[in-house]
């Protein structure tokens, strides 16, 4: 079993930036692939970033791609979200999530286990 926990969500002002991280708790981060999704009010669950196991390869949503960096620090078991030029658009629940799965990450489906969210939100 895997437990993740997020933090550093809050409230930012629209061209601000935040930094999203992800503890993990129970097995080692190295073993999985790592992704983050959000969750707006009324809207379904969206895939906004993934890093690979050994982080060598990044996947982003093209609504955050160039703004959001994800990175991963495996000896301290943290995956970290870096969001810069925030819009409102990007207000939402923002959750991390572990992969066992080689290929898909942009998928909630493939993700074995969730953290329970950060709230980010952006204001005008």
């Known amino acids: 079993q895997v437990r993740l926990v997020e933090s550093g969500g809050g409230l930012v002002q629209a061209g601000g930036s935040l930094r999203l991280s992800c503890a993990a708790s129970?097995?080692?981060?190295?073993?999985?692939?790592m992704g983050w999704f959000r969750q707006a009010p009324g809207k379904e669950r969206q895939f906004v970033s993934a890093?690979?196991?050994?982080?060598?390869?990044?996947y982003y949503s093209g609504s955050v791609k160039g703004r959001f960096t994800i990175s991963r620090a495996d000896a301290q078991n943290l995956v970290f979200l870096e969001m810069n030029s925030l819009n409102p658009e990007d207000t939402a629940v923002y959750y991390c999530a572990a992969s066992t799965r080689p290929y898909g990450f942009s998928s909630a489906a493939v993700y074995d286990y969730w953290g329970q969210g950060t709230q980010v939100t952006v204001s005008t």
């Open positions: 129970g097995r080692t981060l190295s073993s999985f692939a």
């Open positions: 890093v690979s196991r050994n982080g060598g390869a990044t």
